[in-house]
Protein backbone atom coordinates (compact mmCIF):
# COMPACT_ATOMS: atom_id res chain seq x y z
CA UNK A 1 0.00 0.00 0.00
CA UNK A 2 0.91 3.76 -0.86
CA UNK A 3 1.10 5.84 2.30
CA UNK A 4 2.58 9.35 3.17
CA UNK A 5 4.71 10.34 6.17
CA UNK A 6 4.31 14.17 7.08
CA UNK A 7 7.26 14.69 9.22
CA UNK A 8 7.99 15.17 11.74
CA UNK A 9 5.45 12.69 12.57
CA UNK A 10 2.59 12.44 14.28
CA UNK A 11 1.53 8.71 16.39
CA UNK A 12 -1.34 8.08 13.91
CA UNK A 13 0.10 8.11 10.32
CA UNK A 14 3.36 6.08 11.99
CA UNK A 15 1.52 3.38 13.60
CA UNK A 16 -0.41 2.69 10.45
CA UNK A 17 2.50 1.72 8.19
CA UNK A 18 3.10 -1.66 7.25
CA UNK A 19 5.94 -3.63 6.97
CA UNK A 20 5.76 -3.60 2.25
CA UNK A 21 3.97 -0.43 2.37
CA UNK A 22 5.90 2.23 -0.44
CA UNK A 23 6.21 5.27 1.75
CA UNK A 24 6.41 8.65 0.50
CA UNK A 25 8.48 11.32 2.93
CA UNK A 26 7.38 15.15 3.63
CA UNK A 27 8.85 17.56 5.32
CA UNK A 28 11.71 17.57 7.68
CA UNK A 29 14.41 15.03 7.79
CA UNK A 30 17.72 14.66 9.78
CA UNK A 31 20.81 13.06 8.29
CA UNK A 32 23.33 11.66 9.94
CA UNK A 33 25.88 8.62 9.35
CA UNK A 34 28.57 6.56 10.67
CA UNK A 35 30.58 9.06 12.88
CA UNK A 36 27.40 11.18 13.51
CA UNK A 37 25.89 7.93 15.09
CA UNK A 38 29.12 7.51 16.90
CA UNK A 39 28.87 10.86 18.17
CA UNK A 40 24.98 10.97 19.14
CA UNK A 41 25.49 7.49 21.30
CA UNK A 42 28.49 9.05 22.94
CA UNK A 43 26.37 12.27 23.74
CA UNK A 44 23.72 9.78 25.07
CA UNK A 45 25.64 8.09 27.35
CA UNK A 46 27.35 11.57 28.59
CA UNK A 47 24.78 12.85 29.02
CA UNK A 48 24.80 16.00 26.67
CA UNK A 49 22.61 17.94 25.06
CA UNK A 50 21.43 16.31 21.58
CA UNK A 51 22.20 18.71 18.26
CA UNK A 52 18.01 18.28 17.52
CA UNK A 53 15.17 16.32 18.98
CA UNK A 54 14.94 13.02 18.85
CA UNK A 55 11.42 12.73 19.73
CA UNK A 56 9.13 13.21 16.51
CA UNK A 57 12.16 13.22 13.98
CA UNK A 58 13.57 10.62 11.36
CA UNK A 59 17.19 10.09 10.53
CA UNK A 60 18.22 9.19 6.70
CA UNK A 61 21.70 7.34 6.50
CA UNK A 62 23.39 9.63 4.28
CA UNK A 63 26.29 11.75 3.28
CA UNK A 64 25.78 13.36 -0.43
CA UNK A 65 28.13 14.61 -3.23
CA UNK A 66 29.07 18.35 -3.16
CA UNK A 67 26.30 20.30 -4.56
CA UNK A 68 25.77 21.58 -8.13
CA UNK A 69 25.60 25.56 -8.83
CA UNK A 70 22.00 26.07 -8.61
CA UNK A 71 20.75 22.77 -6.51
CA UNK A 72 20.79 22.81 -2.16
CA UNK A 73 22.61 19.16 -2.38
CA UNK A 74 24.43 17.51 -4.47
CA UNK A 75 23.57 13.09 -5.04
CA UNK A 76 21.87 12.21 -2.04
CA UNK A 77 20.83 8.65 -2.04
CA UNK A 78 20.98 6.25 1.09
CA UNK A 79 24.35 4.54 2.59
CA UNK A 80 24.03 0.91 4.40
CA UNK A 81 22.29 0.78 7.63
CA UNK A 82 24.44 -2.52 8.83
CA UNK A 83 26.88 -0.15 10.19
CA UNK A 84 24.57 2.04 12.09
CA UNK A 85 23.34 -0.86 14.14
CA UNK A 86 25.58 -0.97 16.99
CA UNK A 87 24.29 2.57 18.14
CA UNK A 88 20.65 2.24 16.79
CA UNK A 89 18.78 0.50 19.88
CA UNK A 90 20.36 3.24 22.28
CA UNK A 91 19.13 6.08 19.93
CA UNK A 92 15.84 4.63 19.28
CA UNK A 93 15.12 3.57 22.57
CA UNK A 94 16.05 7.63 23.80
CA UNK A 95 13.36 8.65 20.86
CA UNK A 96 14.73 8.27 17.63
CA UNK A 97 12.35 6.22 16.50
CA UNK A 98 12.27 6.43 12.55
CA UNK A 99 15.36 5.32 10.73
CA UNK A 100 15.79 5.98 6.83
CA UNK A 101 18.58 3.75 5.19
CA UNK A 102 19.36 0.65 2.89
CA UNK A 103 19.87 -2.53 3.55
CA UNK A 104 18.99 -5.48 6.44
CA UNK A 105 19.51 -4.72 10.42
CA UNK A 106 20.65 -6.94 13.05
CA UNK A 107 17.76 -8.24 15.21
CA UNK A 108 18.85 -5.94 18.35
CA UNK A 109 17.41 -3.16 15.86
CA UNK A 110 14.42 -4.99 14.89
CA UNK A 111 13.44 -5.46 18.62
CA UNK A 112 14.01 -1.97 19.68
CA UNK A 113 12.01 -1.07 16.62
CA UNK A 114 9.22 -3.36 18.22
CA UNK A 115 9.58 -2.60 21.60
CA UNK A 116 9.35 1.47 21.39
CA UNK A 117 6.69 1.61 18.00
CA UNK A 118 9.61 2.41 15.51
CA UNK A 119 10.08 2.19 11.66
CA UNK A 120 12.54 1.08 9.64
CA UNK A 121 12.30 2.44 5.54
CA UNK A 122 14.62 1.53 2.94
CA UNK A 123 15.44 4.33 0.73
CA UNK A 124 16.19 3.05 -3.45
CA UNK A 125 20.26 2.74 -3.07
CA UNK A 126 22.25 4.03 -5.27
CA UNK A 127 19.53 6.50 -6.93
CA UNK A 128 21.68 9.67 -5.21
CA UNK A 129 20.48 11.97 -8.41
CA UNK A 130 16.69 10.92 -7.58
CA UNK A 131 16.84 11.48 -4.36
CA UNK A 132 18.62 15.01 -4.58
CA UNK A 133 15.31 16.09 -6.93
CA UNK A 134 13.39 15.29 -3.71
CA UNK A 135 15.05 17.64 -1.21
CA UNK A 136 14.27 21.24 -1.45
CA UNK A 137 16.60 22.79 1.25
CA UNK A 138 19.50 21.37 3.20
CA UNK A 139 21.67 22.82 5.81
CA UNK A 140 24.83 21.76 8.49
CA UNK A 141 23.25 22.02 11.63
CA UNK A 142 26.01 20.28 13.39
CA UNK A 143 29.35 18.33 13.05
CA UNK A 144 30.75 20.72 9.93
CA UNK A 145 34.21 19.40 10.24
CA UNK A 146 32.87 15.85 9.42
CA UNK A 147 32.70 17.12 5.59
CA UNK A 148 30.62 15.03 3.50
CA UNK A 149 29.70 13.39 6.99
CA UNK A 150 28.22 16.25 8.98
CA UNK A 151 24.99 16.27 10.53
CA UNK A 152 22.34 18.16 8.25
CA UNK A 153 18.59 19.28 8.51
CA UNK A 154 16.77 18.46 5.00
CA UNK A 155 13.42 19.80 3.33
CA UNK A 156 12.21 16.94 1.11
CA UNK A 157 9.03 15.90 -1.05
CA UNK A 158 7.87 13.35 -2.82
CA UNK A 159 11.02 11.32 -1.12
CA UNK A 160 10.41 7.36 -1.91
CA UNK A 161 11.10 4.88 0.70
CA UNK A 162 9.82 1.11 0.99
CA UNK A 163 8.92 0.22 4.59
CA UNK A 164 11.27 -2.84 6.02
CA UNK A 165 10.29 -3.01 9.74
CA UNK A 166 7.19 -1.37 10.55
CA UNK A 167 6.41 -0.28 14.25
CA UNK A 168 5.16 -3.44 15.65
CA UNK A 169 8.63 -5.05 14.91
CA UNK A 170 7.47 -7.03 11.58
CA UNK A 171 9.59 -7.21 8.87
CA UNK A 172 9.27 -7.40 5.34
CA UNK A 173 11.63 -9.88 3.12
CA UNK A 174 10.11 -9.80 0.35
CA UNK A 175 10.70 -13.45 0.31
CA UNK A 176 7.36 -15.51 -0.95
CA UNK B 1 62.51 10.37 -22.36
CA UNK B 2 59.42 11.64 -20.60
CA UNK B 3 56.70 14.34 -22.28
CA UNK B 4 56.20 18.09 -21.69
CA UNK B 5 53.91 18.85 -19.13
CA UNK B 6 51.56 20.20 -21.78
CA UNK B 7 50.98 17.35 -23.09
CA UNK B 8 50.59 15.39 -19.79
CA UNK B 9 48.04 17.59 -18.47
CA UNK B 10 46.49 17.21 -22.05
CA UNK B 11 46.49 13.77 -21.17
CA UNK B 12 45.38 14.09 -17.37
CA UNK B 13 42.11 16.29 -19.00
CA UNK B 14 41.36 13.32 -21.11
CA UNK B 15 40.92 11.10 -18.47
CA UNK B 16 39.22 13.89 -16.65
CA UNK B 17 36.51 13.99 -18.80
CA UNK B 18 36.29 9.90 -19.18
CA UNK B 19 35.87 10.32 -15.14
CA UNK B 20 32.98 12.90 -14.95
CA UNK B 21 30.91 10.84 -17.39
CA UNK B 22 31.56 7.99 -15.33
CA UNK B 23 30.13 9.30 -12.56
CA UNK B 24 27.13 10.27 -14.65
CA UNK B 25 26.72 7.62 -17.18
CA UNK B 26 27.11 3.74 -17.43
CA UNK B 27 28.80 1.92 -19.79
CA UNK B 28 26.62 1.08 -22.76
CA UNK B 29 26.53 -2.91 -21.74
CA UNK B 30 25.91 -2.12 -17.85
CA UNK B 31 22.94 0.20 -18.95
CA UNK B 32 21.75 -2.18 -21.49
CA UNK B 33 21.46 -5.14 -18.36
CA UNK B 34 19.87 -2.94 -16.43
CA UNK B 35 17.25 -1.84 -19.44
CA UNK B 36 16.61 -5.31 -20.15
CA UNK B 37 15.91 -6.94 -17.06
CA UNK B 38 13.02 -8.67 -16.46
CA UNK B 39 12.36 -7.41 -13.47
CA UNK B 40 9.92 -9.72 -10.88
CA UNK B 41 8.52 -10.76 -7.42
CA UNK B 42 9.51 -8.98 -4.30
CA UNK B 43 9.51 -5.05 -4.15
CA UNK B 44 11.57 -5.27 -7.90
CA UNK B 45 10.07 -3.67 -10.52
CA UNK B 46 9.94 -0.49 -8.12
CA UNK B 47 13.69 -0.48 -7.44
CA UNK B 48 14.37 -1.44 -11.01
CA UNK B 49 11.94 1.71 -11.96
CA UNK B 50 13.89 3.88 -9.27
CA UNK B 51 16.76 3.14 -10.91
CA UNK B 52 16.10 3.65 -14.24
CA UNK B 53 14.60 7.19 -13.41
CA UNK B 54 18.00 7.89 -11.79
CA UNK B 55 20.04 7.45 -14.54
CA UNK B 56 18.05 9.81 -16.55
CA UNK B 57 17.97 12.31 -13.90
CA UNK B 58 21.79 11.83 -13.70
CA UNK B 59 22.42 12.06 -17.02
CA UNK B 60 19.90 15.01 -17.90
CA UNK B 61 21.19 17.42 -15.18
CA UNK B 62 24.68 16.06 -15.22
CA UNK B 63 25.30 15.02 -11.51
CA UNK B 64 26.79 11.82 -10.28
CA UNK B 65 24.06 9.02 -10.64
CA UNK B 66 24.96 8.15 -6.82
CA UNK B 67 26.31 10.27 -3.64
CA UNK B 68 29.33 7.40 -3.51
CA UNK B 69 31.49 8.91 -6.45
CA UNK B 70 33.58 6.13 -4.54
CA UNK B 71 37.24 5.43 -4.41
CA UNK B 72 39.42 6.05 -7.16
CA UNK B 73 40.64 2.39 -8.70
CA UNK B 74 43.40 2.12 -11.88
CA UNK B 75 44.76 -0.72 -13.56
CA UNK B 76 47.44 1.14 -15.71
CA UNK B 77 48.83 -1.15 -18.48
CA UNK B 78 51.30 -0.05 -20.14
CA UNK B 79 52.56 -1.77 -23.32
CA UNK B 80 56.13 -3.14 -23.47
CA UNK B 81 56.99 -1.48 -26.10
CA UNK B 82 55.48 2.09 -25.44
CA UNK B 83 57.75 4.94 -25.16
CA UNK B 84 56.94 6.46 -21.82
CA UNK B 85 57.98 7.18 -18.22
CA UNK B 86 55.89 5.30 -14.89
CA UNK B 87 56.28 8.61 -13.40
CA UNK B 88 54.32 10.03 -16.29
CA UNK B 89 51.58 7.92 -16.00
CA UNK B 90 51.23 7.92 -12.73
CA UNK B 91 51.36 11.77 -12.56
CA UNK B 92 48.55 12.12 -15.67
CA UNK B 93 46.39 9.51 -13.08
CA UNK B 94 46.18 11.94 -10.32
CA UNK B 95 46.02 14.93 -11.87
CA UNK B 96 43.14 14.06 -14.15
CA UNK B 97 41.13 12.24 -11.11
CA UNK B 98 42.14 15.72 -8.68
CA UNK B 99 40.48 17.34 -11.82
CA UNK B 100 37.81 14.81 -12.04
CA UNK B 101 36.67 14.97 -8.24
CA UNK B 102 37.39 19.05 -7.91
CA UNK B 103 35.08 19.80 -11.65
CA UNK B 104 32.62 17.16 -11.31
CA UNK B 105 31.42 17.25 -7.87
CA UNK B 106 32.72 14.20 -6.61
CA UNK B 107 32.44 13.64 -2.52
CA UNK B 108 35.33 13.43 -0.61
CA UNK B 109 34.98 10.02 0.37
CA UNK B 110 39.03 8.94 1.09
CA UNK B 111 40.02 10.03 4.48
CA UNK B 112 44.10 9.63 5.21
CA UNK B 113 44.75 7.14 8.12
CA UNK B 114 42.46 4.29 8.20
CA UNK B 115 42.81 3.05 11.97
CA UNK B 116 42.50 6.23 13.98
CA UNK B 117 42.22 9.93 12.96
CA UNK B 118 40.49 8.82 9.21
CA UNK B 119 40.95 12.81 8.28
CA UNK B 120 39.52 13.50 4.97
CA UNK B 121 42.01 14.13 2.47
CA UNK B 122 39.65 16.36 0.62
CA UNK B 123 40.96 15.65 -2.95
CA UNK B 124 39.65 12.26 -2.67
CA UNK B 125 42.99 11.16 -3.77
CA UNK B 126 45.20 9.09 -3.54
CA UNK B 127 43.96 6.86 -6.47
CA UNK B 128 45.00 3.00 -5.64
CA UNK B 129 46.62 1.89 -9.06
CA UNK B 130 48.06 -1.30 -10.02
CA UNK B 131 50.22 -1.37 -12.60
CA UNK B 132 51.05 -4.33 -15.69
CA UNK B 133 53.16 -4.83 -18.45
CA UNK B 134 51.18 -5.96 -21.61
CA UNK B 135 51.93 -6.93 -25.36
CA UNK B 136 51.83 -3.92 -27.83
CA UNK B 137 53.07 0.30 -27.58
CA UNK B 138 49.71 1.26 -25.35
CA UNK B 139 49.26 2.49 -22.22
CA UNK B 140 45.57 2.33 -21.24
CA UNK B 141 44.00 3.27 -18.05
CA UNK B 142 41.30 1.51 -16.74
CA UNK B 143 39.32 3.22 -14.26
CA UNK B 144 36.78 2.14 -11.45
CA UNK B 145 34.67 4.80 -9.58
CA UNK B 146 34.45 2.00 -6.46
CA UNK B 147 31.29 2.34 -4.21
CA UNK B 148 32.13 1.24 -0.57
CA UNK B 149 28.67 0.19 0.38
CA UNK B 150 29.81 -2.74 -2.41
CA UNK B 151 32.86 -3.23 -1.96
CA UNK B 152 32.38 -3.62 2.29
CA UNK B 153 31.03 -7.15 0.53
CA UNK B 154 34.20 -8.15 -1.52
CA UNK B 155 35.90 -10.96 -0.59
CA UNK B 156 38.77 -13.48 -0.38
CA UNK B 157 38.88 -17.03 0.36
CA UNK B 158 41.88 -19.66 0.15
CA UNK B 159 40.54 -22.34 -0.79
CA UNK B 160 41.79 -26.37 -0.67
CA UNK B 161 43.23 -26.86 -4.15
CA UNK B 162 41.21 -29.73 -4.82
CA UNK B 163 37.61 -27.94 -3.46
CA UNK B 164 37.29 -27.84 -7.68
CA UNK B 165 34.26 -25.79 -9.58
CA UNK B 166 31.65 -26.63 -7.45
CA UNK B 167 34.01 -25.43 -3.97
CA UNK B 168 35.03 -22.25 -6.40
CA UNK B 169 30.74 -21.82 -7.17
CA UNK B 170 29.87 -22.65 -3.26
CA UNK B 171 32.54 -19.98 -2.19
CA UNK B 172 31.16 -17.45 -4.81
CA UNK B 173 27.68 -17.95 -3.73
CA UNK B 174 28.47 -17.76 -0.13
CA UNK B 175 30.24 -14.60 0.33
CA UNK B 176 27.34 -13.18 -1.71
CA UNK B 177 24.33 -14.36 0.68
CA UNK B 178 26.42 -12.80 3.58
CA UNK B 179 26.02 -9.62 1.51
CA UNK B 180 22.30 -9.69 1.30
CA UNK B 181 20.96 -6.32 0.26
CA UNK B 182 23.82 -4.65 1.52
CA UNK B 183 25.90 -3.75 -1.69
CA UNK B 184 22.73 -2.46 -3.71
CA UNK B 185 21.85 -5.29 -5.69
CA UNK B 186 21.68 -6.34 -8.77
CA UNK B 187 25.20 -6.96 -8.68
CA UNK B 188 27.61 -7.70 -10.89
CA UNK B 189 30.29 -10.18 -9.63
CA UNK B 190 34.25 -10.08 -10.53
CA UNK B 191 35.84 -13.23 -9.66
CA UNK B 192 39.56 -13.53 -8.99
CA UNK B 193 40.71 -17.33 -8.99
CA UNK B 194 44.39 -18.49 -8.69
CA UNK B 195 48.15 -16.50 -8.08
CA UNK B 196 48.64 -15.54 -4.62
CA UNK B 197 45.67 -13.80 -1.72
CA UNK B 198 46.35 -10.32 -3.31
CA UNK B 199 46.59 -11.29 -7.01
CA UNK B 200 43.11 -13.19 -6.81
CA UNK B 201 41.52 -9.90 -5.40
CA UNK B 202 43.44 -7.71 -7.70
CA UNK B 203 42.36 -9.82 -10.91
CA UNK B 204 39.09 -9.56 -9.15
CA UNK B 205 38.45 -6.21 -10.25
CA UNK B 206 40.27 -6.76 -13.53
CA UNK B 207 37.60 -8.63 -14.40
CA UNK B 208 35.13 -6.08 -14.77
CA UNK B 209 37.43 -4.59 -17.93
CA UNK B 210 38.13 -8.07 -19.72
CA UNK B 211 35.87 -10.80 -21.07
CA UNK B 212 35.26 -14.20 -18.67
CA UNK B 213 38.27 -16.54 -18.74
CA UNK B 214 35.38 -19.29 -18.09
CA UNK B 215 32.14 -18.71 -19.55
CA UNK B 216 30.93 -21.96 -17.44
CA UNK B 217 32.14 -20.50 -14.55
CA UNK B 218 30.26 -16.80 -14.96
CA UNK B 219 27.21 -18.96 -15.94
CA UNK B 220 26.90 -21.24 -12.59
CA UNK B 221 27.44 -18.55 -10.53
CA UNK B 222 24.95 -15.76 -12.22
CA UNK B 223 22.60 -18.69 -12.08
CA UNK B 224 23.67 -19.56 -8.22
CA UNK B 225 22.98 -15.83 -7.63
CA UNK B 226 20.09 -15.68 -8.78
CA UNK B 227 18.59 -18.29 -7.24
CA UNK B 228 19.55 -16.18 -3.94
CA UNK B 229 16.64 -14.24 -4.86
CA UNK B 230 18.23 -11.42 -3.00
CA UNK B 231 16.53 -9.44 -5.47
CA UNK B 232 16.98 -5.86 -6.47
CA UNK B 233 17.51 -3.61 -3.08
CA UNK B 234 17.62 -6.92 -1.43
CA UNK B 235 13.38 -6.88 -1.19
CA UNK B 236 13.24 -10.27 -2.94
CA UNK B 237 13.00 -11.84 -6.46
CA UNK B 238 14.51 -11.22 -9.60
CA UNK B 239 17.40 -10.29 -10.39
CA UNK B 240 19.80 -10.65 -7.99
CA UNK B 241 22.65 -9.79 -10.36
CA UNK B 242 23.43 -9.20 -13.87
CA UNK B 243 26.90 -10.14 -15.46
CA UNK B 244 29.80 -11.85 -13.81
CA UNK B 245 33.16 -12.03 -15.29
CA UNK B 246 35.89 -14.94 -14.11
CA UNK B 247 40.11 -13.75 -14.71
CA UNK B 248 42.11 -16.93 -13.75
CA UNK B 249 45.64 -17.01 -13.57
CA UNK B 250 48.28 -20.10 -12.52
CA UNK B 251 48.82 -20.90 -8.54
CA UNK B 252 50.57 -22.95 -5.86
CA UNK B 253 50.05 -26.62 -5.61
CA UNK B 254 48.67 -26.32 -2.35
CA UNK B 255 46.28 -23.63 -3.09
CA UNK B 256 42.74 -22.13 -4.80
CA UNK B 257 42.53 -18.89 -3.87
CA UNK B 258 39.29 -17.08 -4.59
CA UNK B 259 38.41 -13.38 -4.64
CA UNK B 260 35.01 -11.79 -5.43
CA UNK B 261 34.58 -8.13 -5.83
CA UNK B 262 30.91 -7.06 -5.72
CA UNK B 263 30.32 -3.80 -7.61
CA UNK B 264 26.34 -2.43 -7.10
CA UNK B 265 24.36 -1.66 -9.52
CA UNK B 266 26.10 1.47 -10.54
CA UNK B 267 29.24 -0.14 -12.18
CA UNK B 268 30.66 2.86 -13.02
CA UNK B 269 33.84 2.58 -15.11
CA UNK B 270 35.71 4.12 -17.65
CA UNK B 271 38.96 3.34 -19.94
CA UNK B 272 41.14 5.77 -21.34
CA UNK B 273 43.54 4.35 -24.00
CA UNK B 274 47.15 6.63 -25.77
CA UNK B 275 48.13 5.20 -28.57
CA UNK B 276 52.06 4.66 -28.51
CA UNK B 277 52.22 5.72 -24.61
CA UNK B 278 51.44 9.40 -23.69
Known amino acids: MRRILHLPYDEEELLAIEAGDEVILEGTLYVGRDQVHRRLFDAL ?10 HGNAIYYMGPSPALPGFPIGAAGPTTSARMDPFSPSLVKAGLRVMVGKGPRKEEVRQSIEECGGLYLQAYGGCGALYSSCIRSSS ?17 SSFPTVCIIDPRGVPFTGRA | MGQDRETLHRDALCVRDALIRASRVLPDDTEAAIASAAARGGKAESVVAAIRTNLQIAREKGMPMCQDTGAFWCLASIGRSADVRIGDVEKVIQEGAALAAEEGFFRRSIVSDPVRSRINTGTNLPVFISYEAVDGSDVELSFLLKGFGSENCSSVRMLNPTAGEDGVVAAVIEMLEAAGGKPCPPVFLGVGIGGTMDRAAFLSKKAFFRITDDETLSRRILDGANDLAIGPGGLGGFPTALGVSVQTEPTHIAGLPVALTVNCWAERKAAVRFRGGL
Open chain 1, 140 to 156: VIAYPELGPEALLCLSV
Open chain 1, 45 to 54: GNGEDLPFPF
